[in-house]
Nanobody
Framework: QVQLVESGGGLVQPGGSLRLSCAAS????????MVWYRQAPGKQRELVAR???????YYADAVKGRFTISRDNGKNTVFLQMNSLKPEDTAVYFC????????WGQGTQVTVSS
């Protein structure tokens, strides 16, 4: 079973930046890809970004050009650099492997507010 621990969230003003980190551990043979999801209050969890094999990336239209996903394969860690944050980016952010593991981490809260 894979364990996922997210960190780096917080309160930031509109236009600010945050860098999220996620460490995967446990029964890992190899990780094909990793993803970031987010869930805002009252909304469904949505895919934000995905990275496969260290280079192929996907971004949701809402974050394209502002967020950057990267990973450290040697440490089974994935990052999400978030720039030009907007109030609508407020959510709990979760990471997972790709394909998805059945176990999710606790998430990290990101609040964008003045």
């Amino acid at each position: 079973q894979v364990q996922l621990v997210e960190s780096g969230g917080g309160l930031v003003q509109p236009g600010g930046s945050l860098r999220l980190s996620c460490a995967a551990s446990g029964r890992i043979v190899s990780i094909y890809g990793m993803v970031w999801y987010r869930q805002a209050p009252g909304k469904q969890r949505e895919l934000v970004a995905r990275i496969i094999s260290g280079s192929s990336t996907y971004y949701a239209d809402a974050v394209k050009g502002r967020f950057t996903i990267s990973r450290d394969n040697g440490k089974n860690t994935v990052f999400l650099q978030m720039n030009s944050l907007k109030p609508e980016d407020t959510a709990v952010y979760f990471c997972n492997t790709f394909p998805l593991s059945t176990t999710w981490g606790q998430g990290t809260q990101v609040t964008v507010s003045s």
